[in-house]
């Protein structure tokens, strides 16, 4: 089945580490998207790529980097500039028309040690 | 930017159809309005969108004002598993990646 895939589903960060979330997605999307939740709220964006080779900063991106060396993988790391980084974390795909929907993973959950 | 204004929470009970409001009175004419749901610890769900004619799908039914300063989610006949929080999103045309997220409506589908 296609799909999008996140890992970890937990992880642990300590003070001063960075960790980077994985994002794998098989549905042959142009575009992926990085998103921040905080419990009760909705989501932020935090990166988008419309292509490989390149992405955008979202409105949160202090503290965080990605990479999209491949169409189907956007990894984001979660440095340790980024002084509250406990939230869940969605990974999203889509193609890049304006009305096309987003497809999103499962999430991972940081936490702090 | 646009933005949404929906309930917290909503109670509905099951096998019962199910309208979630949503208010969008700043959307501009070429805004697409879009909705999401939510499960518990899960990413979000794509259910339906539209521009200006109601629409229909498999899951749900969305009806646009004729203003399109509002519009409503219809869940036919509801059942536990709709029991999720609801998202009404706007989404201009000319910035794909620009999804403007409220805090959504909590359904609550009482057995």
């Known amino acids: 089945d296609g799909g999008i895939t996140q890992s970890p589903k937990y992880l642990f960060r300590k003070e001063g580490q960075n960790v980077t979330l994985s994002c794998e997605q098989n549905?042959?999307?142009?575009?992926m998207y990085w998103y921040r939740q905080d419990p009760g709220q909705g989501l932020r964006l935090i990166y988008y790529s419309q292509i490989v080779n390149d992405f955008q900063k979202g409105d949160i991106a202090e503290g965080y980097s990605v990479s999209r060396e491949k169409k189907e993988s956007f990894p984001l790391t979660v440095t340790s500039a980024q002084k509250n980084p406990t939230a869940f974390y969605l990974c999203?795909?889509?193609?890049?028309?304006?009305?096309?929907?987003?497809?999103f993973g499962d999430g991972t959950r940081l936490s702090i040690l | 930017d646009a933005k949404t204004t929906q309930p917290n929470s909503m109670e509905s009970n099951e096998e019962e159809p199910v309208h979630l409001p949503c208010n969008h009175s700043t959307i501009s004419g070429t805004d697409y309005i879009h909705w999401y749901r939510q499960l518990p610890s899960q990413g979000p769900e794509y259910v339906i969108h539209g521009l200006t004619s109601n629409v229909n799908n498999r899951m749900a039914s969305l009806a646009i004002a004729e203003d399109r300063k509002s519009s409503t989610l219809i869940l036919h006949r509801a059942t536990l598993r709709d029991a999720a929080v609801y998202y009404c999103?706007?989404?201009?045309?000319?910035?794909?990646?620009?999804?403007?997220w409220g805090a959504g409506t909590k359904l609550i589908i009482k057995p």
């Open positions: 549905l042959n999307h142009d575009a």
């Open positions: 999203a795909s889509s193609i890049w028309a304006v009305s096309q929907p987003q497809h």
């Open positions: 999103i706007l989404r201009p045309p000319d910035s794909n990646y620009q999804l403007i």
